[in-house]
C-alpha cells in the first residue's frame, strides 16, 4: 500500500517540496489490475497525469488535484490527502516507498481529473469482470 503520511489530523506535511509552480496533490489508490488499465484508458484518451506504483507491484497510485478526497467515494479505491506534490522535472516520486509507473514528463497533464479517472477505472472495473466472466 501506498504510505500518503496522512495522521489522525491530516498529513504530516513538512517544508513544501521546492521548485516553482507545484502545488500539494491528493492520491487515489487503486490495486495494480484495475489501475493499469484505467492508465491504458487515460493514455488513449489524453487524460492521464502522474501515477505512482507502490514497491510490492499491488497498488497503483494516481496524483488528482487538491481536495478530491472530500468527495471521493469509489468502491475499490481510496482517495487521501497528501503531501506529495505533482512535480513537473522531480526524479524521485513524491511519495515514499513508491516509483513512477507515468512520470510527471511523461504524462499529458500535471494531474489526473477526478471524473476522467472515476470513469476509466469504472471502465476498467467491467472490462476486468468481462474477462473474468470467460475464464
Known amino acids: 500500500m501506498l504510505d500518503t503520511h496522512v495522521t489522525a489530523n491530516g498529513p504530516a506535511c513538512g517544508a513544501p517540496a521546492p521548485g ?3 502545488e500539494p496533490c491528493d ?3 487503486v490495486p495494480a489490475r484495475q489501475g493499469l488499465e484505467a492508465v491504458d484508458i487515460l493514455r488513449l484518451r489524453d ?4 501515477v505512482l506504483h507502490d514497491g510490492a507491484g499491488d497498488t497503483l497510485g494516481f496524483l488528482v488535484p ?6 471521493w467515494d469509489l468502491p475499490g479505491s481510496a482517495c ?3 503531501c506529495a506534490r505533482s512535480p513537473r522535472r522531480a526524479a524521485e516520486p513524491p511519495v515514499t516507498g513508491t516509483g513512477w509507473l507515468v ?3 511523461g504524462a499529458y497533464r500535471r494531474t489526473t481529473e477526478p ?3 472515476r470513469a476509466a477505472l469504472g ?3 467491467r472490462t476486468i469482470e468481462a474477462v473474468d466472466r470467460c475464464r
Open 103 to 105: 512520470p510527471p514528463w
Open 27 to 29: 492520491l487515489v489508490t
Open 123 to 125: 471502465e476498467a472495473a
Open 115 to 117: 471524473g476522467r479517472l
Open 20 to 22: 516553482a509552480g507545484e
Open 66 to 71: 487538491p481536495g478530491t478526497a472530500a468527495g
Open 47 to 50: 487524460g492521464l497525469g502522474p
Open 80 to 82: 487521501t490527502p497528501t
